[in-house]
């Protein structure tokens, strides 16, 4: 079956960017998405389609996608997007999701 | 503004079935574009997504393979609402169970409140 691999934290500074990666076998032939979930809430869409962000997302929030992995970009970030970040891709009519990686801002 | 409010039962012994309902509000079940799906979260085994089911002239349903075997989803037309059913569950099951809308672009947009389910005797 489809994995998709999160580093389970990555700390960050406050006003620095915070670079958060998904990998998976050819992942880049995919689309990925990537949800903001902070503690006993639901998750939250920031990214789709690799790079697009739904109304209402910052646009420090960015995304790429190339090859092996899928990188979600946090620039100047801030102590409010301190939370658990999930990325999601479609791997023959099945929901893939990544393992989470918890963000530290410090 | 698109609004998912789930319902059930919060307890449910081993080998019963978990049964939980999704309201839309705001959007339709049978609307052409978009897909409903059951999403759980648990710490042992992060966010899985269980299925889906969606109309284009009629309807379709998908499940994962982890659960084929023990799980229904439905929708009913009536309420604009749709449900999980999950059958012989087991302690594995214990879960935050969620409802979400792919509005068309293959990601979750729009979730529900989240329902904790605990599978115990």
């Known amino acids: 079956s489809y994995e998709l691999t999160q580093p389970p934290s990555v700390s960050v500074s406050p006003g620095q960017t915070a670079s958060i990666t998904c990998s998976g076998d050819k992942l880049g032939d995919k689309y990925a998405c990537w949800y903001q979930q902070k503690p006993g809430q639901s998750p939250v869409l920031v990214i789709y389609q690799d790079s697009k962000r739904p109304s209402g997302i910052p646009e420090r929030f960015s995304g790429s996608n190339s090859g092996n992995t899928a990188t979600l970009t946090i620039s100047g970030t801030q102590a409010m997007d301190e939370a658990d970040y999930h990325c999601?891709?479609?791997?023959?009519?099945?929901?893939?999701f990544g393992g989470g990686t918890k963000l530290t801002v410090l | 503004q698109v609004q998912l409010q789930q319902s059930g039962p919060g307890l449910v012994k081993p080998s019963q079935t978990l049964s939980l309902t999704c309201a839309i509000s705001?959007?339709?079940?049978?609307?052409?574009?978009?897909?409903w799906n059951w999403i759980r979260q648990s710490p042992s085994r992060g966010l899985e997504w269980l299925g889906r089911t969606n109309y284009r002239s009629k309807w379709y349903k998908d499940y994962a393979v982890s659960v084929k075997s023990r799980i229904t989803i439905n929708p009913d037309t009536s309420k604009n609402q749709f449900f999980l059913q999950l059958n012989s569950v087991t302690p594995e099951d214990t879960a935050v169970y969620y409802c979400a809308r792919d509005w068309g672009a293959d990601a979750f947009d729009i979730w529900g409140q989240g329902t904790m389910v605990t599978v115990s005797s």
């Open positions: 999601q891709a479609w791997d023959r009519s099945t929901v893939v």
């Open positions: 705001g959007d339709s079940v049978s609307g052409n574009s978009v897909a």
